[in-house]
């Protein structure tokens, strides 16, 4: 007996032992395979450091606010004064003019004699009256305080109508209605109106199932349009590799050709400098670019092939959905013609269902009560005739009195702009004799864009001068991100700054870089020192180099609708293993340069920073670290 229960105690240990090796087997695995689907991270120590915020860049020093002497008029120069490289003072001639009328003074009178002819149809037409005209002409036009109270007279006078017109028309449905209860007992035409009203909701529903039914054509036909469209795809795609090859095989083709040409006249001695230059690239290239080509060959033969297999897979499987979407239009088309039979159908009936009810109701018969109704109804029917009449009379007074103050706003605009242009007439009269073109400031002469006998053009400079104590400037583009590093006054460092002496670069201006406003900015720079223009210069300007206790890398900086952060891994001790846990951290950015940023964060300065990971990463989750 005691044996028995040894032996049983025994078994229930064994059994024990066996249980508890196989859960941790299967948690140790259970935890294995957890740890390849999280995320995997690269991380980085915080650290302490140096960031250094400079943007680099090379630029064209140019002329320094030059100044550009422009012309108004098209005149011709019948002499130039000056050369460039010529130092002039303010108002020293520059160009002789011609004496002769401008191109622009020709316009002027032109457009003179045109607004004098529009102010004499103006005075003649039909809707000008000479009360206006002599207003006009005296300068005794209607005041804006007497316009505005005759408008708003004639305004009350319309609004007390139309009050007077809507209890006419109220009466005449209080009539109305009260001629309708007079005829309800008169005729039953219940059945009639009940044949009317089915008549009605049928169409209707008729009506709608047009609608739906036509929606259902449309929407198969749409079907099979996508379905017919995935051939056409494929066809395309064929076509387009097809295309690929042929490129491919002619340009290696024109190659081979192209050198063994070339071979043949070396060989004759038959050669140009530049064949034989053409030549030397070629095999210069050598095999190189030969089984370059040909990879681009197999490579294009490659996607032709697969493209042919893909067309013959989507010909295959879409006969049996042209089918069933052509099943689909027969159907609803069925539907569609039915709607349309059964709508013709109850218009019909409804026609008849009305007229029946006509008929019913004209055999009905009134009393006195309907008599004196229908005369109250006659007498107020002509009041509002008149009413109405009135109404139309008045509008149309006012009408007429906003049209002559149009007249009158519209003839004083046209006699200030004759004005305004016979003042402009003689001022380019006046400079049509005896006229130069003088420097406006003093400085040096650096462009002239016309010669003796050539004309000047309105907004193009005639000459263009770089004034005394100028400086230069030059410009190159970076980033919008670049450019948020910046402010206007500071100072660039020159690379090489051993070659210049004296020469400050100061940065002028931030403004959208034209080529590419969106992206990018187009820095500007004032240049003062020993330089000339089109030298090039490299620079580098932004903040100087500070140290700071928190640097990550630029990866590490996320940002969301709360503001930016890190995430940083913290880990936590398991039953087996130690898990990773990414936790949250806000940071404000104190300072960045192209890798690296400077943070002010509740860091201590050597957690790990998680920079990148093989998947998107949220805080409060686990992730595993990357190996080495």
């Known amino acids: 007996m005691n044996e028995n229960g040894k032996k049983r105690r025994e078994w229930v240990k064994t059994a024990a032992i066996i249980f508890l090796s196989v859960m941790l087997v299967l948690t140790f695995f259970s935890n294995t395979i957890m740890n390849y689907s999280l995320p995997e991270v690269a991380t980085q120590y915080v650290e302490s450091g140096t960031i250094t915020a400079k943007i680099r860049g090379s630029g064209v020093v140019e002329s320094g606010n030059p100044y550009n002497v422009e012309v108004s008029e098209s005149r011709k120069v019948s002499q130039v004064a000056v050369k460039v490289g010529d130092q002039v003072e303010k108002d020293d001639v520059l160009m002789y003019l011609e004496?002769?009328?401008?191109?622009?003074?020709?316009?002027?009178?032109?457009?003179?004699?045109?607004?004098?002819?529009?102010?004499?149809?103006?005075?003649?037409?039909?809707?000008?009256?000479?009360?206006?005209?002599?207003?006009?002409?005296?300068?005794?036009?209607?005041?804006?305080?007497?316009?505005?109270?005759?408008?708003?007279?004639?305004?009350?006078?319309?609004?007390?109508?139309?009050?007077?017109?809507?209890?006419?028309?109220?009466?005449?449905?209080?009539?109305?209605?009260?001629?309708?209860?007079?005829?309800?007992?008169?005729?039953?035409?219940?059945?009639?109106?009940?044949?009317?009203?089915?008549?009605?909701?049928?169409?209707?529903?008729?009506?709608?199932?047009?609608?739906?039914?036509?929606?259902?054509?449309?929407?198969?036909?749409?079907?099979?349009?996508?379905?017919?469209?995935?051939?056409?795809?494929?066809?395309?795609?064929?076509a387009a590799c097809q295309t690929a090859v042929d490129n491919a095989v002619k340009e290696r083709s024109e190659r081979e050709n192209r050198q063994k040409s070339l071979e043949e006249k070396a060989a004759q001695g038959d050669l140009s400098a530049e064949d034989q230059a053409a030549l030397d690239r070629l095999k210069s290239e050598g095999e190189g670019s030969v089984k370059e080509a040909q990879k681009a060959e197999e490579s294009a033969y490659l996607a032709l092939e697969n493209a042919n297999q893909a067309l013959a897979n989507a010909s295959a499987a879409i006969e049996s959905d042209r089918a069933e979407a052509q099943k689909k239009i027969n159907e609803a088309q069925t539907e569609y013609d039915s709607a349309v039979t059964a709508k013709g159908t109850w218009e019909g009936k409804l026609a008849d269902a009305q007229r029946n009810l006509a008929n019913k109701e004209a055999g009905g018969s009134g009393g006195g009560?309907?008599?004196?109704?229908?005369?109250?109804?006659?007498?107020?029917?002509?009041?509002?005739?008149?009413?109405?009449?009135?109404?139309?009379?008045?509008?149309?007074?006012?009408?007429?009195?906003?049209?002559?103050?149009?007249?009158?706003?519209?003839?004083?605009?046209?006699?200030?702009?004759?004005?305004?242009?016979?003042?402009?007439?003689?001022?380019?009269?006046?400079?049509?004799?005896?006229?130069?073109?003088?420097?406006?400031?003093?400085?040096?002469?650096?462009?002239?864009?016309?010669?003796?006998?050539?004309?000047?053009?309105?907004?193009?400079?005639?000459?263009?001068?770089?004034?005394?104590?100028?400086?230069?400037?030059?410009?190159?583009?970076?980033?919008?991100?670049?450019?948020?590093?910046?402010?206007?006054?500071?100072?660039?460092?020159?690379?090489?700054?051993?070659?210049?002496?004296?020469?400050?670069?100061?940065?002028?201006?931030?403004?959208?870089?034209?080529?590419?406003?969106?992206?990018?900015?187009?820095?500007?720079?004032?240049?003062?020192?020993?330089?000339?223009?089109?030298?090039t210069l490299n620079v580098s300007v932004g903040q100087k180099s500070a140290n700071y206790d928190l640097i990550v890398p630029n990866s590490a900086i996320r940002e969301d609708n709360n503001g930016k952060f890190i995430l940083i891994v913290e880990s936590k001790p398991g039953p087996l293993n130690t898990r990773y846990i990414a936790t949250r951290v806000d940071v404000e950015v104190l300072a960045s340069d192209d890798t690296q940023s400077a943070i002010s964060a509740a860091l201590y300065g050597y957690e790990f920073v998680i920079t990148t990971s093989t998947k998107p990463v949220e805080a409060g989750k686990q992730v595993r670290l990357a190996e080495g």
């Not at 209860?181 to 009203?197: H, M």
């Not at 198969?220 to 056409?232: D, F, P, T």
């Not at 583009?477 to 002496?501: C, F, H, I, M, P």
């Open 99 to 238: 004496d002769a009328e401008s191109t622009e003074l020709k316009e002027a009178k032109t457009q003179l004699d045109s607004l004098k002819a529009e102010y004499d149809k103006a005075i003649v037409a039909a809707d000008t009256s000479s009360n206006i005209v002599n207003k006009v002409q005296t300068g005794d036009v209607t005041s804006t305080e007497s316009k505005v109270a005759q408008i708003d007279a004639y305004n009350s006078r319309i609004d007390a109508l139309e009050n007077t017109i809507d209890a006419y028309n109220n009466r005449i449905a209080e009539i109305d209605a009260a001629l309708g209860k007079l005829g309800d007992g008169s005729v039953d035409t219940s059945a009639e109106q009940q044949a009317v009203n089915y008549a009605q909701a049928e169409l209707s529903k008729a009506t709608a199932w047009i609608e739906t039914a036509n929606q259902k054509l449309e929407a198969a036909k749409g079907v099979l349009e996508s379905v017919n469209s995935a051939v056409q795809v494929a066809q395309d795609n064929v």
């Open 369 to 535: 009560e309907r008599e004196a109704l229908n005369n109250e109804k006659a007498d107020l029917t002509l009041s509002l005739s008149k009413a109405t009449a009135e109404k139309e009379d008045v509008e149309k007074e006012l009408t007429d009195l906003l049209a002559g103050f149009t007249k009158e706003v519209d003839l004083s605009a046209l006699l200030t702009k004759i004005a305004d242009q016979e003042k402009l007439v003689k001022e380019l009269t006046d400079k049509s004799v005896g006229a130069t073109i003088t420097a406006p400031v003093a400085g040096t002469v650096t462009t002239l864009n016309v010669v003796a006998g050539e004309s000047t053009e309105p907004g193009t400079p005639a000459a263009v001068l770089q004034p005394a104590g100028k400086g230069f400037s030059m410009s190159f583009s970076v980033t919008n991100e670049q450019a948020k590093r910046l402010s206007v006054g500071d100072v660039a460092d020159l690379v090489n700054a051993w070659r210049y002496d004296d020469l400050k670069v100061t940065l002028a201006n931030i403004k959208p870089d034209p080529n590419e406003p969106g992206q990018k900015k187009l820095l500007t720079f004032d240049v003062d020192g020993d330089v000339t223009a089109g030298q």
